[in-house]
């Protein structure tokens, strides 16, 4: 496979060849088999595009009307306003191997342990109805780790049909999404667009954390960037 790194001008052409012939075949079987087949049909390796004002931008293969979430980053340092192992026991539930932990998906209405979140200004908690706050994220800190993570995004749709066992795409749209705002992070949070995963559990005398992470729908990615251009 080229190691060459597509510039976007490039991209531009060979997906406008791409969509010209209409439905092909996946490379692979299950979820991973959309990504696989968009960069073997390029000639690219893994999300390797640059532009010279955006750098590397980062490739997304989507299914149209799928479902799936896509991890935009995780953020934990420095953010616990309680001890993670108390909030665990205060306030964890038992998952199927017994083990006491918090993996919550969290919105703005209180799960069955009373958490939620509360979305100021310029912060996200995780709040217990109580009043008691577990951790908080200032909203300029996630729009700096966003950007980091991902300065701009390619976004791919393709129709998706599954014919003797087998999955077939017709790549339709790419999108090329740059640049985000407090703002926007601010709304996307409000609206349970942009949703936040706890993944910790209590390993005795220390804490096991995943990484809290900070998810959204693929179909919803447009929303969280200021620009958009149809490619």
């Known amino acids: 496979m080229s190691q060459h790194q597509m510039t976007l001008d490039e991209f531009i052409k060979a997906f406008a060849k791409l969509k010209s012939q209409g439905w092909v075949k996946s490379e692979r079987h299950g979820s991973t088999g959309i990504g696989q087949t968009l960069e073997k049909l ?6 390797n ?42 306030y964890g ?27 100021k200004n310029d912060t996200v908690s995780v709040q217990h109805t109580s009043g008691e706050a577990i951790a908080e994220w200032e909203i300029e800190a996630l729009v700096e780790r966003f950007i980091k993570k991902i ?15 087998k999955e077939w795409f017709k790549f339709q749209t790419a999108k090329l999404l740059s640049g985000t705002s407090e703002k926007i992070i601010r709304e996307q949070i409000n609206q349970g ?20 992470g900070f998810r959204v729908f693929e179909e919803n990615l447009p929303l969280l960037f200021e620009t958009i251009r149809d490619l």
């Open 193 to 212: 667009n942009i949703l936040l995963d706890l993944r910790l559990h209590d390993k005795g005398a220390s804490v096991r954390n995943h990484g809290t």
């Open 151 to 165: 300065p701009a995004l390619l976004l791919v749709s393709a129709d998706s049909k599954i014919e003797d066992d």
């Open 49 to 90: 595009i640059a532009s010279p004002d955006l750098g590397k931008i980062e490739l997304k293969a989507h299914r149209i009307n799928s479902s799936s979430m896509i991890t935009l980053f995780t953020f934990n340092r420095r953010v616990w306003k309680m001890k993670p192992l108390d909030a665990i026991r205060k």
């Open 93 to 119: 539930s038992l998952d199927q191997n017994g083990r006491l932990g918090m993996y919550y998906t969290m919105s703005k209405k209180p799960n069955s342990q009373g958490l939620y979140l509360q979305i």
């Open 42 to 47: 390029l000639g690219i390796s893994e999300n």
